[in-house]
Structure formats: C-alpha cells, structure tokens
C-alpha cells in the first residue's frame, strides 16, 4: 500500500480546535521548506494567521504526530466544481522516510469519498520532492508563470474506500492511545529507582 507507514508514528486528522499544533509545525519548517509550502516567503505572523484559520468547514488535514507533536500535515481544502487544493509538508527529520507519500495517501482517500477527483498541487519549479511524491501518485506536473502545478486524479469512492477510510480513522485513535500508553510506561519505568523492582 502507498500510505503504509515507514517512520515510528501516528496519522490522524486534526480538529478544528487544533490550529496551534499546525502553526507550531509550519513556524519549525527551515526557510527554504516554508518557501515551497506557502510558495513565497512568508513572515511568522502570516504563517500563524493562515493555521488559525485552515482547520475550518472547507479543509481536511491529517495530521502525522510523533510523541503528541505534529511533525506533517497534508491539507485538503475543498473547491467548487469536485476540486480540491492540497498542500503536503514534513520537517526535516522526518523526510524521506514514507511519511509524505503515507500522509497524502490518506488525504487521497478522503477527497475520494467526498467526491472530489480533481486535486491540484502548487509548488515551485525546483521542488523535486513534491513533484516525485505527486508522480507516485500518477500526478501530471505542468509548469505555469514560474510554478509547478501537479494535478492528481482522484477515484471514485467505492464501499470499500468508505471502509477504509473509517476504518483508519478508528485505527488512529487506537495507535494514539497505545502511543501515549507506551511513553507513559517509559517514563515510568525512568522515573523508577534502579534496583527496584516493580
Ligand atoms: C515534499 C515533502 C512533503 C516530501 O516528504 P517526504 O516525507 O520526504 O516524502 P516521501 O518520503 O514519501 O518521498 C516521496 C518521494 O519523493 C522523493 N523525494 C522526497 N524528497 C525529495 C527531494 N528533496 N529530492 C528528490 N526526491 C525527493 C522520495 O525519494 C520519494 O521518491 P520515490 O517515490 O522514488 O521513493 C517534504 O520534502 C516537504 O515537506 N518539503 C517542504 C514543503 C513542500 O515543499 N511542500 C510541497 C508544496 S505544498
């Protein structure tokens, strides 16, 4: 499967009342990498002002979170017309590790089942990393007035693509509690006096 996993790490989609973590993640991405995103350079204060508002009604962003702290994000807003607009980012040091194709796997499905075929992707001409993660998905890159567009076509939404995408959804919230139950377990066992047992 495209969107299985590599990295050590849990995706799920954000809430509405999640923005803080989104712009804790874009204000950690290095200059460069906020450049690709937001394809021009952007002060903190806009970058901050954007995530306040890029959780509502018309988006969709799953989320891919190591110890509680968002590292990824693939946005999906929604668009007239069966369209959608999407935006994929990983810090740095969670790159090259499956976690952006697992992360727009996900988005995929989701705009699939809510009848969204077309998606469209902006990214600057010298951006090889989203154009390779847009190209595994059979994206068409076309190169317009100094920017890279890759469009990717969605299916349409099966029983089947219903289930997985519910079924994600469950098993996220199930790998976040295993998550948080195992870190607690570390930290106890840290915190515990060498030489005493249990
Ligand atoms: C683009 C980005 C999301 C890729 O994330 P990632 O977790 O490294 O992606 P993956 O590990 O799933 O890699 C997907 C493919 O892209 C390739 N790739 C990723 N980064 C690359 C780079 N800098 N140069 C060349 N290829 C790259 C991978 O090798 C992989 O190729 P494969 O299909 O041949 O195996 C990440 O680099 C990023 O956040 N960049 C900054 C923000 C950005 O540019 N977003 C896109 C515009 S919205």
Redesign the pocket.
């Known amino acids: 499967m495209l969107d299985e996993l590599i990295a050590q790490g849990v995706i799920r989609k954000l809430f509405a009342w999640e923005s803080e973590l989104l712009a804790a993640h874009f204000l950690r ?1 290095d200059p460069d ?1 906020r450049r ?2 937001f394809a021009a350079g952007v002060s903190d204060d806009t970058v901050t002002a954007y995530a306040a508002t890029a959780l509502g009604a018309d988006a969709i962003v799953h989320g891919f979170f190591v110890d509680d702290v968002l590292r ?1 994000a693939a946005e999906l807003r929604l668009l007239p017309d069966s369209a959608g607009e ?6 740095e040091d ?9 992360l ?1 796997g996900r988005l995929l499905l989701t705009a699939r089942n809510r009848g969204v075929g077309n998606l469209v ?3 600057l001409p010298a ?4 154009q ?2 847009a ?2 998905f059979d994206g068409k890159i076309t190169f317009a007035s100094g920017d890279s567009v890759a469009a990717v076509t969605a299916l349409p939404a099966t029983p089947i693509s219903l289930w997985r995408e519910m079924w994600s959804d469950g098993s996220a919230v199930a790998a976040g509690l295993i998550d948080r139950q195992m870190r607690l377990a570390r930290g106890g066992r840290r915190r515990r006096k060498p030489g005493v047992e249990a």
Do not use: I
């Open positions: 991405l990498s690709c995103r990824g999407v935006a994929v980012t990983v810090e969670w790159r090259l590790s499956g976690v952006g194709s697992a727009f992707m902006t990214c951006n090889r990393g989203m390779r993660l190209a595994r």
